[in-house]
């Protein structure tokens, strides 16, 4: 009996406090949720371009360095449209020859593909540890580019990747595309570090509606700024450069860095032409003019070291930045005269 008082007793404390959390002196407290800032992700941008990365994300792939002819019975090419980097370096004979990089976009045809120089070496040491697509090349050339951070891949080895499309003929008939190429080193992902500095804010410098460099008869290269586009155009005087698409060559920066140039020890051909080389890596230096949104900044280029970016720097001392987009970059002998249209 005394146990059921007990457990009454508690049933009616128990009622007794429901009933006091129940009663309007103690109204429900209210929560007040202070909305947070809407913050946009940060947006992936390839490391050559500064572009927002096509697929909202970086491949994870090292830059790709593909070396295109530019003789003329080489043109039109295929694939340079869609190229983060296009180096124009002179060869033997006063041509020049194209190192096409390409990083984060694919192309389906890219040529036609040549062999490699000394000066390419130069040229790729600064993204790592690239990888070079050649037909051959002299034996001291491929000696030395093995002996580098490059990773050759020599289509007479790797025939399995060559496409040879309609029309084309020998030695002008050798293509492929980028995601075969990728595919011969899976094990290589390490995208490489960025090897200029961007800027939306265009820098003080003169007004350039066009820039000459006649490298020869064969190669008078013209740029042309459309002001309607917000690039330079290519052309050859009055004659577009023309890809294989009918798409014109263009670039959002045009490079002209002035090298000095020696030729030999080496022959490159039959017809006794000496292998073109430069200093571009050790302690080299030279003049430099960068071409972006219709203006001209006058400046120098300098590099120490194979695995260093080239660096190019105003009069004022600091970094000349780019415009975000495609840069083209002309390495032109210190005797050849470029002239600038205001």
């Known amino acids: ?30 929560t007040h949720r202070v909305s947070k800032p809407h913050v946009a992700a940060p947006v992936a941008r390839c490391p050559l371009t500064d572009l927002p990365a096509p697929t909202g994300a970086v491949p994870q792939r090292p830059a790709l360095a593909v070396k295109v002819d530019n003789y003329t019975q080489a043109r039109p090419q295929s694939g340079l449209d869609l190229a983060d980097i296009v180096f124009e ?4 004979g006063g041509i020049t020859r194209y ?9 389906a045809l890219v040529g036609p593909i040549r062999s490699a120089r000394n000066i390419d070496i130069g040229i790729l040491g600064q993204f790592g540890r690239p990888l070079l697509v050649n037909v051959g090349g002299i034996a001291p050339v491929l000696s030395n580019i093995e002996a580098s951070p490059i990773i050759e891949n020599d289509l007479r080895i790797d025939g399995s990747v060559v ?20 595919a011969l080193q899976p094990g290589e992902s390490a995208p490489p570090a960025p090897v200029f500095s961007f800027s939306a804010t ?9 820039i000459a460099i006649p490298f020869s008869g064969t190669s008078n290269v013209d740029w042309t700024y459309s002001p309607a586009m917000n690039q330079y155009l290519r052309s050859y005087g009055a004659t577009p450069d023309l890809l294989s698409d009918g ?7 045009v490079i002209v860095q002035v090298v000095q ?5 080496w022959l490159e051909n039959e017809e006794g032409g000496l292998e073109v080389q430069a200093n571009l890596y050790q302690d080299a230096s030279g003049s430099a003019e960068i071409f972006r949104n219709g203006v001209e900044i006058t400046g120098t280029w300098q590099r120490d070291a194979l695995g260093q970016p080239t660096q190019f720097i105003s009069s004022a001392g600091a970094p000349i930045p780019l415009q975000p987009g495609r840069t083209w970059v002309e390495l032109v002998p210190s005797t050849i005269p470029v002239t600038t249209t205001p």
Do not use: I
């Not at 370096?89 to 033997?92: D, L, R």
């Not at 190192?99 to 192309?107: E, G, I, K, P, R």
């Not at 798409?247 to 920066?253: E, T």
């Open 1 to 30: 009996m005394r146990t059921w008082v007990h457990g009454a007793a508690v049933l009616c404390v128990a009622s007794l406090m429901l009933a006091a959390c129940a009663s309007p002196s103690h109204p429900k407290a209210r």
């Open 89 to 92: 370096e002179p060869v033997e």
């Open 99 to 107: 190192v096409a990089v390409f990083q984060c976009q694919d192309a």
């Open 163 to 182: 496409q040879h499309p309609p029309g084309r003929f020998a030695p002008y008939d050798t293509y492929t595309a980028t995601a075969s190429l990728w």
């Open 202 to 210: 265009v820098p003080t410098g003169m007004p350039a509606s066009a």
């Open 247 to 253: 798409v014109q060559n263009s670039a959002a920066n």
């Open 261 to 265: 140039v020696t030729y030999g020890p």
